[in-house]
């Protein structure tokens, strides 16, 4: 089955302790790209990736780090995670990154910063 | 820069009711829409999409055309169902990799 999977689902954690939320796809997609989800908000780029060891910044990349090694991974982490991070994080992916494609999304990383 | 503001929420209608969720865009040129909906629990998922001015997306019983005119993009269903009950995001893009979307309407369809 085409899938964007994250692990985990849910994390509660402290302030300052390092994390990193996974995203992997099976769809042999060049584009991926994270998000954060905030009520009133809408969803917001994080950092996207145009393919392997190409990735930039989106429009809220402050607090958070990515890299892509290989296609079908593309890890979110958290160095030093503060409370203003608290959020609901999708992964996505699409074909390309045309500006008429597509994007499949993850089932959501709902993340808690004590 | 672009951007895309849609009707807020939340929206309560009863089954086979009527919904229009609006939506309108500021973008330069010809950006790509979409309607993206997400249903508890889950991420969004494509629901229709238009390319080009005076297209229409339909997919499911909904429906949004694409007025350059007045920069909307409106979905429209004729009657809907509890199942239709999610958040509905309206979203563009323009340049690759930079798609925007709106804040999301929360719709309850109650039978």
């Known amino acids: 089955e085409a899938q964007v999977t994250q692990n985990p689902r849910y994390l509660i954690t402290v302030t300052g302790k390092k994390l990193t939320v996974t995203c992997s796809q099976n769809?042999?997609?060049?584009?991926m790209s994270w998000y954060r989800q905030d009520p009133g908000l809408g969803l917001r780029q994080i950092y996207y990736?145009?393919?392997?060891?190409?990735?930039d910044k989106g429009d809220v990349p402050e607090g958070y780090k990515v890299s892509r090694k290989e296609k079908r991974n593309f890890p979110l982490i958290l160095e030093s995670p503060s409370p203003n991070q608290t959020s609901l994080y999708f992964c996505?992916?699409?074909?390309?990154?045309?500006?008429?494609?597509?994007?499949?999304f993850g089932p959501g990383t709902r993340l808690t910063v004590l | 820069g672009n951007s895309v503001t849609q009707m807020e929420g939340p929206v309560t209608l009863s089954e086979e009711a009527f919904l229009t969720i609006n939506c309108t865009y500021t973008?330069?040129?010809?950006?790509?829409l979409f309607w993206y909906v997400q249903y508890p629990g889950e991420g969004l998922q494509l629901l229709l999409k238009?390319?080009?001015?005076?297209d229409k997306g339909s997919n499911k019983g909904f429906e949004a055309t694409y007025r350059k005119e007045t920069t909307s993009f409106h979905l429209e269903k004729g009657s809907v169902q509890v199942s239709d009950s999610a958040v509905y995001f309206c979203?563009?893009?323009?340049?690759?990799?930079?798609?925007?979307f709106g804040a999301g309407t929360r719709l309850t369809v109650k039978p």
């Open positions: 979203a563009l893009s323009k340049e690759s990799n930079d798609m925007r």
């Open positions: 990736s145009m393919n392997v060891e190409v990735t």
């Open positions: 769809m042999n997609h060049e584009y």
């Open positions: 238009a390319t080009k001015a005076d």
């Open positions: 973008a330069t040129g010809y950006p790509s």
């Open positions: 996505a992916s699409s074909l390309s990154p045309a500006v008429y494609n597509e994007q499949f």
